[in-house]
């Protein structure tokens, strides 16, 4: 099989030759490995899509997460000054925002006039964006995508890698949008006090996600992941996950799907208590599954729960055993979860949440070793 | 309607996040010559604490806690004032703030508000500190604990450049930390005092701390 052959069979529940791995890396861990300018690596989609192929060459990954798109050919255009600094890479925009590119972690954005949230009862659908233009990384933190460039990123990935590998894209689910748009505290509390607006405001980012996401599936992509982490339990309710999440996730599910294009969910934390629910949005699989400390699933009560409905992509620490472990430690664990993982069809090795920034290049090269050594079925 | 009956409804208010209500009760309550230190001690603490105590449980969750939080700190509102005249402390000071490095606020705040609405003084000081910021913080206002927070892997190694900065001067305040890649293993790795894996658990270990309820 090939690797791209692998992932796909894993996906679709089908007979592997042995079990794929495909990990996704956080922004500081490829900047640390890959050695370049943050900003470039950020903006530029040479640069970026050079970053993920030469990195998936490095560890040995059946595939390539491509978690952002929609780079602008033109932002050096909006470059005010530019500087280089013992912490960071500085960025000053015409418009008075300043972005500090760290060598090891997300960039820093300090905005010149920071914006305003609307109290959630009072938002009406006018107040709501007519485009998807950003993807919400992390607190304070956009990316802005071009409209007339939203999926270079694949075309360009096609070219270099010639189809052998999966690829999947990634887009934000609506209520990640709903709180970056209203506040976290704010958009939390607003589930009890506004929930027809909440409804209303995250219905609308469901319909330009799925847009987006349809349009996606056209770039020969062979799934979409969905970044939802903070729907768990360390959030909110199952019930509150039927009541707000699920809809939404699972309207863009049905679209993806329709167009044969596997999805996946991915929920930071805890998520025991509604592996089932994730599932009820219709997807293909789901991602993550942080076991303890830092999440609460059990992989071989995961395969026995939710095995028969999808796969599972995950669910290895990185933080306390790939970043904190010994190598000794890092074959026990992983070890571990392969023999789990290859009893059942539709399972993909991986890291739970990203690769952490400072985790070495020599344990996450250790995954590929212990996939051949112990992941043949 | 007896003091003991409005002092239930009052918890009951912060347990279901009325928060007009609770102030409207409060209001009731002193009207009807109840004592602050009365409706802190048997309506207010006894509400968030099961509030607390459903979180724990998996019967209360976030949203749901902040609403409980707010009635809280509404109330509040109306007693502090109250509270200061007749030279009531607070249960403690606490100074809170993400270390250098990190931007992110969310836990930080959500631990801010749950120690407010348990009846501690809260010095918030916002993100990306370093160690210098804590300890300037510390000479102003004396706090019982400082608290740490960390959402990302990189910066919560700066934890322990903090305590260093806090030992180093003989300081023997307790140091807690927590954050969504913080564990109680790397806790006491870096010698910290205490770790709390959400807002909640913050609550009860700043009360063990201080020996408080």
Aim: net charge negative.
């Amino acid at each position: 099989m090939t690797p791209r052959e692998r992932v796909l069979a894993a996906m679709r529940r089908e007979p592997v030759d042995t079990v794929p791995l495909m990990c996704q890396m956080s922004i500081g861990h490829m900047l640390q490995q890959y050695r370049c300018s943050p900003a470039d690596f950020w903006h530029d989609v040479d640069t970026f899509a050079d970053g993920l192929v030469r990195l998936r060459e490095l560890y040995g990954f059946d595939g390539i997460l491509v978690s952002l798109h929609g780079h602008d050919p033109s932002w050096r255009g909006g470059i005010a000054s530019r500087r280089m600094t013992e912490e960071y890479e500085e960025i000053v925009w015409k418009n008075g925002d300043a972005t500090h590119y760290l060598f090891d972690d997300l960039p820093e954005h300090i905005a010149a006039r920071p914006r305003e949230l609307p109290p959630v009862g009072e938002v009406s659908r006018n107040d709501l964006p007519a485009a998807l233009d950003v993807i919400p990384v992390s607190q304070g933190l956009k990316f802005f995508i071009h409209p007339a460039h939203r999926f270079d990123i694949f075309r360009t990935l096609h070219d270099r890698t010639g189809g052998m590998y999966s690829l999947h894209g990634e887009i934000t689910s609506p209520f990640d949008y709903y709180l970056d748009f209203v506040g976290y505290q704010e958009g939390l509390i607003g589930m009890i006090d506004a929930p027809e607006t909440v409804a209303m405001i995250m219905g609308h980012y469901a319909e330009l996600i799925e847009e987006l996401a349809v349009a996606m599936c056209g770039e020969g992509i062979d799934a979409i992941k969905v970044s939802s982490p903070y729907a768990g339990s360390s959030f909110i309710s199952p019930e509150f996950y039927a009541a707000f999440v699920l809809p939404h996730e699972g309207r863009i599910a049905r679209a993806v799907r329709a167009q044969g294009t596997e999805i996946y969910t991915h929920t930071c934390g805890a998520v025991n208590d509604r592996l089932e629910l994730m599932f009820d949005a219709g997807v293909s699989g789901i991602e993550c599954l942080d076991p303890e400390p830092l999440g609460d699933v059990d992989l071989a009560d995961a395969f026995r729960r939710i095995g028969h409905r999808g796969f599972i992509k995950g669910n290895i620490d990185s933080v306390t055993v790939l970043l904190q472990g010994t190598e000794t430690e890092i074959e026990a664990d992983v070890r571990r979860r392969i023999e789990t993982g290859r009893a059942h069809p539709g399972f993909i090795l991986s890291t739970a949440c990203s690769i952490a920034p400072r985790v070495k290049r020599e344990h996450v090269r250790l995954l590929r070793t212990l996939v051949d050594r112990y992941g043949g079925t | 309607m007896t003091h003991h009956s409005l002092l239930l409804i009052l918890s009951q208010c912060v347990i279901d996040g009325r928060h007009v209500e609770s102030e409207q009760t409060v209001r009731t309550l002193l009207g009807e010559g109840a004592s602050p230190m009365s409706v802190l001690d048997d309506g207010l603490l006894p509400g968030m604490a099961v509030v607390g105590q459903r979180f724990r449980d998996g019967e209360m969750f976030l949203p749901q806690v902040l609403v409980s939080a707010r009635a809280m700190k509404t109330a509040m509102a109306v007693l502090e004032p109250l509270l200061a005249a007749s030279n009531v402390e607070p249960k403690g000071t606490v100074l809170i703030g993400t270390v250098k490095g990190d931007v992110h606020d969310i836990g930080k705040n959500l631990v801010s508000v749950m120690l407010q609405g348990n009846g501690y003084r809260v010095v918030d000081i916002g993100t990306q500190n370093p160690v210098e910021k804590y300890l300037a913080a510390y000479e102003q206002h004396r706090p019982d604990v400082v608290g740490l927070s960390a959402l990302l892997t990189t910066t919560m190694m700066y934890m322990p450049t903090v305590i260093a900065g806090f030992r180093s001067r003989g300081i023997p305040v307790p140091v807690i930390v927590g954050g969504a890649p913080v564990t109680q293993r790397f806790a006491g790795e870096i010698g910290a005092d205490g770790y709390a894996k959400n807002a909640v658990d913050a609550v009860d270990l700043v009360n063990r701390l201080l020996k408080r309820t």
